[in-house]
């Protein structure tokens, strides 16, 4: 068994590898090919809500896509090597560890193989954010609000008389293919979703590694100057008329839950884990079928009070409650 265990680690190793390399792939078919097709809605004639002026590509926006890109990956990554770092540095031992790759042949430091795991899983969850955005951008097709300036649809050929009727022509828009094509992808909003992944990731990471003295404020700031970041992006969406609130609100409980997932169930709460550890020690059971134990008052007996010390053993209730403690 000994020996069969390091093969199931290489195997299950090449196994996450597949599971990235497919994830990326996904990701990458998602954002720049048309494999998978938007769905098209249809609209109301004049309706205010898709009627906001268009505000221009995406590069032209105050918050680019380019710079979320840069910042949701250059920030945690910063942030966890440096964490890494001085957590190492000032707490950890120089333990040697075998790497999962080679087995028994080689050895990993601890630190890079940590450093390599929780940046691994942060990658893989902002991948898995934007394919989670991307699939219901894709699947719902819900309009921005710049939609009909965008579309530019043909009222008169289309026989719009009034607000209520419906349009479902897949012809109906008139304007740029692709800028009418992006301003179906609204819901949720990949931007928001993103930044608040990265934000809600580096805050806990920040909040459970850090334990040094002296960052009793520190830490709160850190969190909430990331959190305040992530906001700024959504209400920027909002305000350009590139997404509705509720694509906001979408996209800030997509990354939040995706980050809080990873965190909690994934990577343990960042908890350091040194290989050959001794197990905590098991704690003498406080109960029995689930019932917590009573102590029962002590009572004297009859017997012990009639009789001498050598009857009663030299303690009675006492000695009793004495060997009940030590037990």
Not at 250 to 272: E, K, S
Not at 294 to 311: F, I, N, Y
Request: hydrophobic content about 45%.
């Amino acid at each position: 068994a000994g020996r069969e265990a390091p093969h199931l680690r290489q195997i299950m190793f090449y196994f996450q590898l597949v599971i990235m390399a497919g994830t990326v792939l996904l990701a990458y078919y998602f954002e720049y090919t048309d494999t998978f097709p938007v769905h098209i809605q249809g609209f109301f004639c004049y309706d205010k809500s898709f009627s906001k002026p268009y505000p221009g590509p995406e590069s032209a926006s105050k918050i680019p896509p380019v710079l979320i890109y840069s910042l949701v990956t250059a920030i945690p990554t910063l942030m966890i090597l440096a964490g890494e770092l001085c957590t190492f540095f000032i707490k950890a031992e120089g333990v040697r560890e075998k790497t999962i790759v080679t087995a028994d042949c080689c050895y990993f430091n601890p630190l890079l193989r940590r450093i390599i795991r929780f940046l691994g899983v942060y990658a893989f969850g902002l991948f898995t954010t934007t394919i989670f955005a991307n699939a219901g951008q894709v699947v719902i097709g819900n309009q921005t609000p710049h939609f009909l300036s965008a579309c530019r649809p043909n009222y008169t050929a289309l026989g719009c008389q009034t607000t209520l009727q419906y349009i479902t022509e897949r012809r109906a828009c008139t304007g740029n293919p692709l800028v009418v094509m992006a301003a179906r992808k609204s819901f949720p909003s990949k931007d928001t979703a993103l930044s608040v992944y990265a934000a809600a990731f580096t805050a806990m990471y920040v909040t459970l590694v850090f334990k040094t003295q002296g960052t009793r404020l520190t830490k709160p700031t850190i969190s909430l100057t990331l959190l305040c970041l992530a906001a700024l992006v959504g209400v920027v969406r909002v305000a350009e008329y590139r997404n509705h609130w509720a694509d906001v609100l979408a996209g800030f409980f997509t990354g939040g839950a995706i980050a809080v997932f990873l965190v909690t169930c994934v990577i343990n709460n960042f908890r350091w884990l040194q290989p050959g550890a001794p197990s905590p020690r098991p704690q003498r059971p406080e109960s029995l079928l689930g019932m917590p134990m009573v102590t029962l008052p002590c009572v004297e007996s009859p017997l012990e009070k009639l009789s001498g010390p050598q009857v009663r053993g030299g303690g009675g209730c006492e000695a009793r409650l004495r060997s009940q403690h030590r037990r």
